[in-house]
């Protein structure tokens, strides 16, 4: 089975560009959340999305962060203007609904923003 | 206070012997608990969930969950040189499906 499929798998732009990365999570999965992992914060969730619906983005750092999932199967994570602190490795991870459900992780866009 | 603790190590393990990973949380609440591993440069990985209280055991792997004293850990037996990754602890929290991860700690197996 096809886990959850990211993309690019590495970015490498000019700060003030705009920088979109994609995510599929595993088909029948419901839930699909985006992390950013830092050495300093370690993994932090950005966004979550239950049924397409953003259910919490508390964790989106500014306003300069968005996210959207039009459909069960696509999501991206909009960066605009980035800036050079943005740079980190962004993971996608999607899930069944349900308390006890574990997530599965994409294999990250690795981001450096110059 | 952070919400899931775990000594960042690094925790230097002798091939062969069992290696002890620890994590406490301080949600009280907290329902589901896993053990993620992350290979350097790579994706978590979900190696073990444990949900009730007491030991689970999946091959060299064993989880064990306290709740009364909110602590989860995780044994390798057997370590293998393979076994060097960070591991990562997550609680899920009653009532949403967030994620809280702990910093993870860093294993390494000398041969």
């Known amino acids: 089975d096809a886990g959850v499929i990211q993309s690019p798998r590495h970015e490498v732009t000019e700060m003030g560009q705009e920088v979109t990365l994609r995510c599929k999570p595993i088909s029948g999965h419901n839930s699909l959340f985006w992390y950013r992992q830092t050495m300093m914060r370690g993994l932090e969730l950005l966004i979550y999305f239950n049924n397409n619906v953003p259910i919490d983005d508390s964790g989106m750092p500014e306003d300069r962060f968005s996210a959207k999932m039009p459909n069960a199967s696509f999501s991206t994570l909009k960066i605009q203007p980035s800036e050079p602190r943005d740079s980190a490795v962004y993971f996608c991870?999607?899930?069944?609904?349900?308390?006890?459900?574990?997530?599965?992780f994409g294999d990250g866009t690795r981001l450096s923003i110059l | 206070q952070k919400e899931v603790e775990q000594n960042s190590g690094p925790l230097s393990v002798p091939e062969g012997a069992i290696a002890s990973l620890n994590c406490t949380y301080s949600d009280r609440g907290s329902q589901s608990f896993f053990w993620y591993r992350q290979y350097s440069g790579k994706s978590p990985e979900l190696i073990m969930s444990?949900?009730?209280?007491g030991d689970k055991e999946d091959g060299r792997f064993t989880a064990q969950l306290n709740k009364a004293s909110q602590y989860v850990s995780l044994l390798i037996r057997d370590s293998q040189p393979s076994d060097s990754a960070t591991y990562l602890c997550?609680?899920?929290?009653?009532?949403?499906?967030?994620?809280?991860f702990g910093t993870g700690t860093r294993l390494t197996i000398i041969p």
């Open positions: 991870a999607s899930s069944f609904e349900g308390g006890n459900q574990p997530q599965h």
């Open positions: 444990i949900y009730s209280n």
């Open positions: 997550a609680v899920l929290n009653f009532g949403n499906e967030k994620l809280t």
